[in-house]
């Protein structure tokens, strides 16, 4: 499986959440944040929002107007209970488009997508959201979103992890991921790999002491990942 980290990024800093993930025959997005459109392929077979802030939705009508102008056919959108309200109530400011974008909104937390199987997870933030763990039956890939930690998204056995890492040291917070908030659930975590998202810029700067401390912890393999960057995920 080939995951493109199309943007890595938050409200204040960068290209935005954006995952691609790429099988044999199929290719979904996980988020389509802002400027995501501008490195997006366009033969997407589904879009998987975590959660409606607007740095993981905000570029989904762009995204469904360049399909339309290209000639694409209808795109799945899954996400969390709200979504098709959302989407709806976006497009009343874009009355002209609402007949010609062609999409189907799913609120479920099972399903295939091509030769993906997909399951949504339940997560912890300021609004509904979920994480998705995505599976092609040889490679699985979790997406957390962004979350507190959670023993129910780390205790997954995968071959990588992708999760947020908002926040540096020493901050509080029951929306997000801190290093000693995600340290804490170290034992229980599964993944072959994990890559970290979602840095505000606070942490950014300390990227490499986040995974010097984890890897005192325990000694996993640790990587913050760039815009753009891509990884090729096989047993």
Same mark, same amino acid.
């Given at each position: 499986m080939l995951v493109k980290f199309v943007g890595v990024g938050t409200a204040?800093?960068?290209?935005?959440?954006?995952?691609?993930l790429e099988g044999e025959e199929t290719k979904i997005a996980?988020?389509?944040?802002?400027g995501s459109i501008a490195?997006?392929?366009f033969d997407l077979d589904a879009v998987l929002i975590t959660h409606n802030h607007?740095?993981?939705?905000s570029d989904l009508i762009a995204l469904l107007k360049a399909r339309w102008l !290209?000639?694409?056919g209808k795109l799945d959108i899954y996400g969390v209970r709200g979504t098709r309200a959302f989407l709806e109530s976006a497009l009343e400011s874009y009355a002209y488009l609402r007949r010609k974008l062609k999409f189907e909104v799913h609120e479920t937390r099972s399903f295939?997508?091509?030769?993906f199987d997909v399951k949504a997870i339940p997560t912890k933030h300021s609004i509904e959201s979920q994480a998705y763990v995505v599976s092609d039956g040889n490679v699985t890939v979790v997406v957390s979103?962004?979350?507190y930690p959670l023993e129910e998204v780390l205790s997954i056995e995968c071959d990588l992890l992708i999760h947020e890492m908002s926040l540096p040291f020493n901050c509080k917070t029951e929306d997000h991921t801190t290093p000693e908030s995600f340290a804490e659930l !170290?034992?229980?975590?599964?993944?072959?790999?994990?890559?970290?998202v979602h840095l505000y810029p606070m942490a950014l700067e300390v990227k490499d002491e986040i995974t010097r401390y984890l890897r005192k912890r325990r000694d996993l393999s640790y990587h913050v990942a760039s815009e753009g960057e891509t990884i090729h995920i096989s047993k």
């Open positions: 204040v800093k960068g290209i935005q959440s954006c995952i691609v996980i988020d389509v944040g802002a490195k997006l392929d607007s740095d993981h939705n !290209l000639g694409y295939r997508v091509g030769e979103g962004d979350t !170290l034992d229980v975590c599964k993944a072959k790999k994990v890559v970290f």
